[in-house]
Every structure is written in structure tokens, then in C-alpha cells.
């Protein structure tokens, strides 16, 4: 692969209702780096979250990714793995590089950061993605998408 990639880069979310800000994501991600380590957050996390609507079952996410993955030939390239609180092996793992997380999350990212570095860790090399937006420029996200005012693709419905 490129001498410009890491070798592996982490990346987190709910994937809820996948849409075209989660497929963005995902691809910067295998665009940086050589393997990525996917967190999708279990139910009991996601449900701590609270957020303003249901959400799908964990097994349905994990299926939305690896589908999105392996039409994308991208899946013998990922770690996929059950992220039951905020941090996941982001905190303690040596061997990720890199972190790919939303504007809305970066502070997250800055987060690990301080914690990596107390443990003698070093620091992960945070990528910030913009937001997606819907074609009314507001960001797309999966309340919107479930609440059908916009479609995965950020179109606007109705």
C-alpha cells in the first residue's frame, strides 16, 4: 500500500440507519489507512446515549457495515468490534495510529488523546470530517433520516 497511509486508523459510531455521512467516514478511514478498527456501539451503550428515537438492533448494524464493506471490497481491511463505552482499545491500543471521528465528536478524539499520553502512549493523529449535508445544508443524520425528513442520500423527502 502507499508510504502515505498508517497502518491503522480507529473509527466509532451507533451506524444507525447508515447514510451517506456514515459512508463517507468509512472511506476516508480505508483512504488513510491500511486497516481500520470499526467500533459500533452495542445496544446498552447505545441506549445510554438516549437518543430521540429507536435505534436498530446491534446485529443489524454490524450487518449494515459489513454489507456496505464488502460491496466496497473493504472488509478483509476492517475490524469490526462491539464498542461498549466511549473510548474502546482507542485508549490503550499502541498499534492505531490515527482516528477518524465527526466535527461533532472531535473533542472525543482530544479526549483519547490526554488519556493515551498519561498512559506513555502516543498521541493518535486525529482526522476531522465535516459534516455531511442534506440538500436543505443541514447536516444529514439518522434522527433525520428516521423522522423521513431526508432520505440516506441527504435528499430531501416530501
Known amino acids: 500500500m502507499s508510504e502515505q497511509r498508517l497502518n491503522t486508523v480507529t473509527v466509532a459510531g451507533t451506524f444507525d440507519s447508515m447514510h451517506k455521512g456514515h459512508w463517507l467516514l468509512l472511506d476516508e478511514a480505508f483512504n488513510v489507512s491500511d486497516r481500520v478498527v470499526i467500533g459500533i ?70 479526549e483519547i488523546n490526554q488519556i493515551r499520553v498519561k498512559k506513555g502512549e502516543k498521541p493518535l493523529l486525529i482526522f476531522v470530517m465535516k459534516m455531511v449535508l442534506a440538500d436543505d445544508g443541514k447536516p444529514i443524520s439518522s434522527t433525520r433520516v428516521r423522522r423521513q425528513e431526508v432520505d440516506r442520500y441527504g435528499r430531501l423527502i416530501g
Open 41 to 110: 456501539t452495542t445496544d446498552r451503550f447505545a441506549a445510554a446515549m438516549k437518543k430521540p428515537h429507536d435505534i436498530d438492533p446491534y446485529d443489524v448494524r454490524l450487518g449494515d457495515v459489513k454489507k456496505y464493506l464488502q460491496k466496497k471490497g473493504l472488509l478483509r481491511r476492517a475490524t469490526i468490534f462491539p464498542l461498549d463505552d466511549p473510548f474502546g482499545p482507542s485508549t490503550d491500543d499502541g498499534g492505531i495510529e490515527g482516528i477518524l471521528v465527526s466535527e461533532e465528536t472531535e473533542a472525543r478524539a482530544e
